[in-house]
């Protein structure tokens, strides 16, 4: 593929990508249930349909701990009701059919530049100018991919970890822009890992997001045998 590189390899690797996807969206995971993970996006009909996609609401922060990580009950307070009108106002201008894949440089400044609602939102999540109520990167970046599916990346140390770390949403905008093919991939992947027939439609930016963890997870792993296979060095 010409044009920007992308942010790994393994997002060339189809196959392997595919087989990621599949193993994230199997029935028989744990226990014989399914990931938690697998239900984010579309718990109670979505963060994004049309009657709750301008408001946060409690399914949002359900969904989110499925990801593992949990909204502090201060901050839950203080989006749901001290801050209510403005993120309200602030989600209102934010669009919900626009897709980060479709942002010229242009449209991602006016979407997700630093001027823009989704970055001043960003700011009021996680109190960046005000006293802190304990939502980092992550968290933060998780109830927004929740409310904007197709326009918010999620933020993942294991993500960071395997790519390097860098401006998160200016990355993946250029990787998925920059003449890579990256957006078809992702969409073949999608189509070709037969969750869609299981009744799961994630954005290709959540498809993303699994395959670079999941090959973050596998890295680590990597790494871990390689240091348990290494001989002792005796000084």
């Known amino acids: 593929m010409m044009g920007e590189p992308m942010l790994h390899d393994v997002l060339e690797d189809t196959e392997k990508a595919i087989a990621y996807v599949r193993d994230y969206y199997r029935a028989d995971f744990r226990q014989g249930l ?5 239900s984010f996006d579309q718990w109670a009909g979505g963060g994004d349909r049309a009657d709750v996609a301008n408001r946060l609401t409690g399914d949002d922060f359900v969904a989110v701990s499925f990801l593992t990580v949990n909204v502090p009950p201060m901050a839950a307070i203080g989006l749901m009701r001290d801050e209510k009108k403005n993120v309200d106002r602030l989600l209102s201008l934010i669009p ?52 904007r599916p197709h326009l918010i990346p999620i933020v993942d140390r294991v993500i960071q ?6 401006h998160y949403w200016h990355d993946w905008h250029k990787s998925l822009t920059g003449g890579t093919g990256l957006t078809e991939c992702l969409d073949r992947i999608r189509r070709d890992s037969g969750i869609l027939e299981l009744g799961y439609e994630p954005s290709i930016l959540r498809i993303m997001d699994i395959v670079l963890w999941q090959e973050g997870l596998a890295e680590k792993a990597r790494r871990r045998d390689v240091a348990a296979a290494a001989p002792l060095v005796h000084g």
């Open 96 to 147: 919900t059919n626009v897709r980060m894949s479709d942002l010229d440089q242009k449209g991602y400044e006016r979407h997700l530049g630093m001027d823009s609602p989704a970055q001043e939102l960003w700011e009021v999540i996680t109190r960046r100018n005000g006293a802190k109520w304990d939502i980092g990167s992550t968290t933060a970046s998780k109830i927004m991919a929740r409310k």
């Open 161 to 166: 970890d395997l790519v390097g770390f860098g």
């Open 34 to 38: 399914p990931r938690t993970g697998a």
